[in-house]
Structures are given as C-alpha cells and as structure tokens.
Antibody, heavy 119, light 109 residues
Framework: QVQLKESGPGLVQPSQTLSLTCTVS????????VSWVRQPPGKGLEWMGV???????AYNSLLKSRLSISRDISKSQVFLKMNSLQTEDTATYYC?????????????WGQGVMVTVSS | DIVLTQSPALAVSLGQRATISCKTN??????????MHWYQQKPGQQPKLLIY???NLASGIPARFSGRGSGTDFTLTIDPVEADDTATYYC????????FGGGTKLELK
C-alpha cells in the first residue's frame, strides 16, 4: 500500500540547515510528484515545494531562496533542505503524494515530523 | 499567489448540517474543472483528503460529506454531523502552485 514517512532531526539550531527525508513505498517517484507541506504549532498548512516526476522542482515564493528539494529514485526517497532556519520555522513537516491524474491534490500524507528551531 | 479565505470556526449540533465556505481571490476553474480540494485534520494527525475537484468524494469518505462550487466560491457540507467530525477543515487550490485556506475548526454545540 502507499506510504510516506518523514525522518530527520527534531531540533535544529537557529541559522542552521534543516535536512529531512521522505521515504515512500507503494508507488514510484517517476509516476507521482511529491510535495512538502509544513504546519507551525496551532496554525494552518503551508505548501513548501514539489519535486515533479521528471525531477524538476517548484517552490513557494516565500521560501524559494532557502529551500531545495531533491530525490534518489533508487532509494524511493525525497529530500528537503532549508537553510538559515529561524524560530518561525518550527513546525511539523509533512511530505505528501501529489495525484495529478485528476486535479493535482494530495491523496496520501506522511505522519509528519516535528522540527523545533531553538538554541 | 491565489489566496483562499475560510471562516475560522463553526459550531453545529449533532445531526445537523455544517456548511464550510472557501472563497478565492482568483478563479480556480480551468477547462471545465474546478481545482479546489478539501481536507480534514484531527489533532495530532496528518490531513486527510475528503473532496477533490470541488465535488468528487475521495475513496473511503462517507457520503455525508459533499462539496460544491465553482469559480471563486466553494463549500464543503457535512450532513448530518457526527461527533467524529470535530476537526479542522482546509480547502486547497491547485489552479496555480498550491495554496491552502486558513482552516475552519468545526465544533459541536
């Protein structure tokens, strides 16, 4: 069955770089796009960026200068790197499968990983 | 970016109808489809797809949930509301790069 699972450090120091991994199963990264979405505590959802089946990427304009998304198809993994972290980047980070056959929506989500930015 | 606006909260009684609205600042229709989708999120859980393309029920979602709308105005309806429906509901557009509404927290009276 389709699964996505995020992993990474729970604590990152301010100004440092966040590195997260999304490991997927039940589908191929060459058949589905994968997006990253984050949610600060008690707040709403924010789409961060996507890696498309062909390997191209697109980013939220507010995060574009700090964000990079890549993948390793052989390992079924998608990576997020975001630099210059601040306390406002404290959030739960989700990866989600992007279903584009009909409409481009997120049909499967990982459980999320909580990241705290603090010294 | 396309901005989606939702009311922050809604309180309804068990067994009644809940109608959650989502308004966009740009038309999200394209070639006959409305690129609007709805998710449910319960505390401590990941979002769950309810409705895609404005009115299509996602797999496994009960028929108590329905969506409608086009252009810039969309609604998610839950009828009748059950206790398990208390959650926050988000709309999301994919006409352009994705954006989400701020969420509507559904509570029971």
């Amino acid at each position: 069955q389709v699964q996505l699972k995020e992993s990474g450090p729970g604590l990152v120091q301010p100004s440092q770089t966040l590195s997260l991994t999304c490991t997927v199963s039940g589908f191929s990264l060459t058949s589905y796009h994968v997006s990253w979405v984050r949610q600060p505590p008690g707040k709403g959802l924010e789409w961060m960026g996507v890696i498309w089946t062909g390997g191209s990427t697109a980013y939220n304009s507010l995060l574009k200068s700090r964000l990079s998304i890549s993948r390793d198809i052989s390992k079924s993994q998608v990576f997020l790197k975001m630099n210059s972290l601040q306390t406002e980047d404290t959030a739960t980070y989700y990866c989600a499968r992007d279903e584009t056959t009909e409409g481009d929506y997120f049909d499967y989500w990982g459980q999320g990983v909580m990241v705290t930015v603090s010294s | 970016d396309i901005v989606l606006t939702q009311s922050p909260a809604l309180a309804v009684s068990l067994g009644q109808r809940a109608t959650i609205s989502c308004k966009t600042n740009q038309n999200v229709d394209y070639y006959g489809n409305s690129y609007m989708h709805w998710y449910q999120q319960k505390p401590g859980q990941q979002p769950k797809l309810l409705i895609y393309l404005a009115s299509n029920l996602a797999s496994g979602i009960p028929a108590r949930f329905s969506g409608r709308g086009s252009g810039t105005d969309f609604t998610l309806t839950i009828d009748p509301v059950e206790a398990d429906d208390t959650a926050t509901y988000y709309c999301q557009q994919s006409r352009n790069l994705p954006t989400f509404g701020g969420g509507t927290k559904l509570e029971l009276k």
